[in-house]
Nanobody, 123 residues
Framework: QVQLVESGGGLVEAGDSLRLSCAAS????????MGWFRQAPGKEREFVAA????????WYGDSVKGRFTTSRDDAKNMLYIQMNTLKPEDTAVYYC????????????????WGQGTQVTVSS
C-alpha cells in the first residue's frame, strides 16, 4: 500500500518556476515507478513525467521536456517536480501516482493516486 500527498501548487506568472512535492508513505514505496500527471478543465489527463524509484530512470512528456525535471529525496520518501518557464497552458491540477502495471505514460496503469494540487499560471 502506498499513500501519496501532493503539495506546492499555487498561482504564478508566466515564466516563473514552481516545485511540487509528493510525499510517499508505505513500506514498499521505493519499489514503485512514480508518475506525474495533470488535468485541466475540459482536457484529458496528460502524462507529465515519471521516475523509477529503483533504477532512477526518468521519462518526460513532450509538452514539458526541457522545462520540467523530477528529483527525489530517498531519506524523506519525497518526489519532486521542478517546473521552470511556466506557461498558461501548464495550468492544471497536478497529481502524483504510483505504479504502474503497464505503460508508464498511461494513467490507467497506476495503482495509487494523490489528491492533486492546483497550479495556475497567469499570462
Amino acid at each position: 500500500q502506498v499513500q501519496l500527498v501532493e503539495s506546492g501548487g499555487g498561482l504564478v506568472e508566466a515564466g516563473d518556476s514552481l516545485r511540487l512535492s509528493c510525499a510517499a508513505s508505505g513500506r514498499t514505496a521505493n519499489r514503485y515507478i512514480m508518475g506525474w500527471f495533470r488535468q485541466a478543465p475540459g482536457k484529458e489527463r496528460e502524462f507529465v513525467a515519471a521516475h523509477s524509484w529503483g533504477s532512477g530512470t526518468t521519462w518526460y512528456g513532450d509538452s514539458v521536456k526541457g522545462r520540467f525535471t523530477t528529483s527525489r529525496d530517498d531519506a524523506k520518501n519525497m518526489l519532486y517536480i521542478q517546473m521552470n518557464t511556466l506557461k498558461p497552458e501548464d495550468t492544471a491540477v497536478y497529481y502524483c501516482a504510483a505504479g504502474p502495471r503497464g505503460d508508464v505514460k498511461d494513467y490507467a496503469a497506476y495503482n495509487y493516486w494523490g489528491q492533486g494540487t492546483q497550479v495556475t499560471v497567469s499570462s
